[in-house]
């Protein structure tokens, strides 16, 4: 065992198991004296030994160890002591199968005392999120738990920050993640998008407050930085001055986008309007959402920029329903997933949910669902616009994965003749959803 460095050694008679030795039992059997290391080894072998098929799954496995409170078991061609082994599972290898599951990411996520802890249960999330792939799980359900782990990811680095300064913070704060983070779409190491919403405090503690609350979104981001999200190349992060206001900085600033919107400010709606809440005071996020359903109710100059805005991209096929590619630069040739597909998408969603009031609901395929929900006369163009995001977005992840990058880009030369069907297929739900857009605000001159 030590030679081998395995902790069990199966007994076996014809390749048929009579029994098992642990290094438990060398520690409780041997080493205390209990028996003679010259005793021959079915002294101290358990039997008989608990067997199990190669087709038992993990949750199986790991039950069979909790009953039978043991922590091997012995596989089998069927199954039965009567047939040849195969192999043997330990607890270990339950832990080890395990490491990638949801529910003990987030238990390392609240044990993490570094930058450190964190990056590798990032690193994990990547496997899940490639061995869900390779199981076609459905990509809103990866988005969920990604989602959810990322959030937890966020929360602990706020938590070590709180602890690094020293001191609790002195006003009540929301942290907000923003733009693809916001809206629980990012699965890939993309770049950090961030915000603080603090309390109104009394104007002689103003810079004070404000001063701690950039202190911590410094460490804050770091740490994320470490983890493996960059920083935003925009600056669009809670560390920067611009995006760490009190309350009422926040809902002026709000207004202003919306009451006087412009070429800036609607580009900036685009990602602010995609907030979730990660941490603090869930109330100061929603008197945000109380003011920006206010000010854009029935606003019809600000929906007439914000639809323009949607309908910048148009769907991303030629005359000859040829793909449109990137003309020249860095990434010549290849296809813009992202800003030709999944944003027109994304974008149309934001502005119908907004128009029709919905809250708290900043996903994209949850946006969509709502909305067919609430007009079943357009279920099927929002279902088909709901599908599409979701195959878009699949396409997006296996590219990044693939290529260790942000899958924006896809070389189409490395797709298949399947796949490029796919791809058309979804860029007519972007035709449709535009068409409502163009209609319901009066957009009929963008043609």
Known sequence: ??????????????????????????????????????????????????????????????????????????????????????????????????????????????????????????????????????KNVPIQHISSIVGE???????????????????????????????????????????????????????????????????LAEKVTKTLNKVGYEYCPAEMMASNTQWCKSLSDWKNQFKGWITA??????????????????????????EITKTIHEETHDNQLFFAYLGADALKNPPPLGFFRQFLVENDGEHKDTFDLKGRALMPLIDAARIISLSKGIKNVSNTISRYAKLAELEPQNASVYEACADA???????????????????????????????????????QPINNIQEVIKNRFQLTYFT
């Open 1 to 134: 065992m030590s030679s081998s460095k395995i902790g069990s050694i199966i007994i076996h008679k014809d390749r048929k198991p009579i029994g098992i030795v642990t290094d438990k039992d060398l520690r409780s059997k041997i080493a205390t004296g209990l028996f003679s290391i010259e005793v021959t080894i079915d002294k101290i072998m358990s039997s008989p030994v608990i067997t199990v098929a190669d087709n038992l799954s993990i949750a199986e496995a790991q039950i069979m160890m909790l009953k039978n409170n043991v922590s091997h078991l012995c596989v089998t061609r069927e199954g039965s002591v009567d047939s040849e082994i195969t192999g043997i599972i330990t607890e270990h290898d339950i832990v080890v199968a395990q490491a990638n599951n949801p529910g003990v990411l987030l238990k390392q996520c609240k044990r993490a005392l570094k930058s450190a802890d964190l990056k590798e249960v990032r690193e994990k999330l990547s496997d899940l999120i490639q061995h869900s792939l390779d």
């Open 261 to 286: 919107p412009g070429e800036k400010g609607i580009l900036l709606c685009t990602i602010f309007f995609d907030y979730d809440f990660v941490y603090g005071n869930e109330t100061l996020v929603d």
């Open 149 to 215: 782990i990322n959030l937890a990811i966020t929360n602990r680095a706020i938590e070590l920050a709180i602890e690094k300064i020293g001191s609790p913070p002195p006003a009540q704060f929301a942290w907000l993640n923003i733009g693809s983070q916001g809206r629980k779409e990012q699965l890939l190491l993309t770049d950090q998008d961030n915000a603080i919403v603090f309390e109104d405090v009394a104007e002689e503690k103003y810079d004070s407050v404000k001063h701690y609350f950039i202190e």
């Open 389 to 427: 995001f979701s195959e878009l977005l699949k396409f997006r992840t296996e590219e990044g994965l693939k290529s260790q990058s942000n899958g924006r880009y896809l070389n189409l030369s490395e797709l298949s003749k399947l796949d490029k069907v796919k791809l058309k297929n979804d860029f």
